[in-house]
């Protein structure tokens, strides 16, 4: 027997000693098991030392990845949580981009925006400058950008107008023009929809 069905066999009855303690239920429609309380799960995470829960929050992260076999964006808001639970701060920004790229496709803005927020606020808590003026810019740019978009169909229009700002006076290299034309095409659908034409088609043709 390997190393690995014995440690699969030690999981199995694990899972089997707490179904039958009532501490945790298999769930009928998927291959998973939950809580029997959110209590219990609360009690028995916070028990857990924090650097421990960190890296088990890794290796969940790190098992769904190779599960995924790189078609994550199912799972992309799951990768988020662990890895931003487990301090892998790049991994959950990239995967909350994934998270609100998709949201923003199935036109679920609310989560869209949550998902974009989290990544931006990931940026600036851990101050990460290449993000803010270095080799990263890019995908900061793009962030701020989706953002602004979705903040715009849900008629937050100052936040919207915000990210854009931001967009507009980083975006100053040829290889963040694609960002620069984006943001300016947010602001002249803003300005379009608020009955500010002069405004919207004077931005539009400096987008062109």
């Given at each position: 027997?390997?190393?690995?069905?014995?440690?699969?066999?030690?999981?199995?009855?694990?899972?089997?000693?707490?179904?039958?303690?009532q501490v945790i239920r298999e769930e009928v429609s998927k291959p998973t098991y939950s809580f029997t309380h959110p209590m219990l799960q609360?009690?028995?995470?916070?028990?857990?030392?924090?650097?421990?829960?960190?890296?088990?929050?890794?290796?969940?992260?790190?098992?769904?990845?190779?599960?995924?076999?790189?078609?994550?964006?199912?799972?992309?808001?799951?990768?988020?949580?662990?890895?931003?639970?487990?301090?892998?701060?790049?991994?959950?920004?990239?995967?909350?981009?994934?998270?609100?790229?998709?949201?923003?496709e199935l036109y679920a803005i609310s989560s869209a925006i949550a998902s974009y927020e989290k990544a931006l606020r990931l940026i600036q808590v851990h101050?990460?400058?290449?993000?803010?003026?270095?080799?990263?810019?890019?995908?900061?740019?793009?962030?701020?950008?989706?953002?602004?978009?979705?903040?715009?169909?849900?008629?937050?229009?100052?936040?919207?107008?915000?990210?854009?700002?931001?967009?507009?006076?980083?975006?100053?290299?040829?290889?963040?023009?694609?960002?620069?034309?984006?943001?300016?095409?947010?602001?002249?659908?803003?300005?379009?929809?608020?009955?500010?034409?002069?405004?919207?088609?004077?931005?539009?043709?400096?987008?062109?």
């Open positions: 027997m390997t190393a690995c069905q014995k440690e699969e066999m030690s999981l199995t009855d694990a899972l089997e000693r707490l179904r039958r303690a609360e009690v028995l995470y916070e028990d857990i030392p924090l650097e421990m829960r960190r890296g088990l929050h890794r290796q969940v992260g790190e098992a769904i990845e190779r599960l995924c076999a790189g078609r994550t964006d199912p799972m992309a808001e799951v990768l988020a949580h662990h890895f931003s639970e487990g301090k892998e701060v790049e991994k959950a920004i990239l995967y909350l981009k994934e998270a609100g790229d998709r949201a923003a101050r990460l400058t290449p993000y803010t003026q270095g080799d990263r810019l890019p995908v900061y740019l793009d962030l701020l950008c989706n953002c602004a978009y979705v903040l715009r169909l849900a008629g937050r229009r100052e936040e919207a107008c915000k990210n854009a700002d931001l967009v507009l006076k980083l975006a100053v290299t040829r290889d963040t023009a694609c960002q620069r034309a984006k943001a300016m095409t947010i602001m002249s659908n803003i300005y379009w929809h608020h009955g500010e034409g002069d405004k919207a088609i004077g931005v539009a043709r400096k987008a062109q």
